[in-house]
């Protein structure tokens, strides 16, 4: 994963020691975007409370003062077919929250890393077979 962002974000011409270096902008309507709800998903996990304020910022929820873990009030089930989708198929209003990855492998991977109950392939399934 750190060596496809280095190759995706800086540039092959440029040396740390000349000074600060300018990263590559990557374009967020390509690649694949992972639900934020994708790690309880695949885990089988309720789902944890996010908590922001009003300019979307996400907060620590305190502790001891609250009992952890704390979890979200509504509890849901996410669509197979929405935890993995390109990124072009979801609002650019929304692609704030999901994770993203440049492409399907790096996603399969991720999904492996975190296939407690092995619904990996099942998600693998219900996505398209690329990005359009």
Do not use: C, N
């Amino acid at each position: 994963f750190i060596d496809r962002a280095m190759r995706l974000r800086v540039p092959t011409d440029s040396y740390p020691t000349d000074g600060p270096t300018t990263l590559q902008p990557v374009d967020r309507a390509s690649g694949w975007l992972l639900h934020p709800r994708a790690p309880e998903e695949l885990l089988g996990l309720k789902w944890f409370a996010f908590r922001q304020d009003d300019a979307k910022t996400y907060h620590i929820i305190p502790w001891p003062e609250e009992k952890t873990p704390v979890y979200d009030e509504d509890q849901g089930v996410v669509p197979l077919e929405q935890i993995l989708r390109p990124a072009s198929a979801v609002p650019e209003s929304e692609r704030a929250d999901h994770l993203w990855v440049p492409d399907r492998e790096l996603a399969r991977r991720w999904l492996a890393l975190h296939d407690l109950y092995g619904r990996r392939d099942a998600v693998l399934e219900a996505a398209p077979a690329q990005a359009e």
